[in-house]
């Protein structure tokens, strides 16, 4: 199984859709082993969006993640950093399909909902940015079995 970082932005706790967001995760089949409302420091942000420091959008970037609280979660599944990625859609909520997180509930790429790890180096180093391996839980679904062959 893998394990992915994902975020609700400030725009998705704002605009009220935690629950919707959640429920797309859970109805998939994804299992969620951490979760924890916060909010982010100046810090920890140009710390997670590091690979963008450069960007002419970094500055706007980081007050927008910093400016209201989040939810952050790791999620676990088979394939969970693609499937997740799948289910956000793409970075701009104008061009990203509907059906997706992004392309149902955004207009802006400045206003995206939601934030999901790209590869396996993303998803460890993000995973370890926001949670202590504690808060991280193991348990047992009797659902997997009818979600997994
Ligand atoms: P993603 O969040 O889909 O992984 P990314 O890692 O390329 O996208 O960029 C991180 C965030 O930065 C993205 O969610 C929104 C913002 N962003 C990306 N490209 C942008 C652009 N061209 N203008 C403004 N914000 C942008
Ligand atoms: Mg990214």
Redesign the pocket.
């Known amino acids: 199984m893998e394990r992915t970082f994902v975020m609700i932005k400030p725009d998705g706790v704002e605009r009220g859709v935690i629950g919707e967001v959640i429920s797309r995760i859970e109805r998939k089949g994804l299992k969620i082993v951490a979760m924890k409302m916060m909010r982010i420091s100046e810090e920890l942000a140009q710390k997670h969006?590091a690979e963008?420091k450069e960007k002419p959008?970094f500055g706007a970037?980081i007050s927008y993640i910093t400016s209201s609280p989040v939810v952050a979660m790791v999620v676990e599944g088979k394939n969970a950093i693609r499937v997740v990625r799948t289910i956000v859609g793409a970075?701009n909520p104008a061009e990203a399909n509907p059906g997706t997180i992004r392309g149902d509930f955004g207009m802006d790429?400045?206003r995206?909902i939601i934030?999901a790890s790209?590869s396996p180096e993303s998803a460890k180093r993000e995973i370890n940015l926001f949670f202590s391996p504690e808060e991280i839980l193991d348990y047992e679904r009797a659902i997997d079995k009818w979600i997994y062959e």
């Open positions: 969006y963008h959008f970037l970075t790429v400045g995206n934030h790209d």
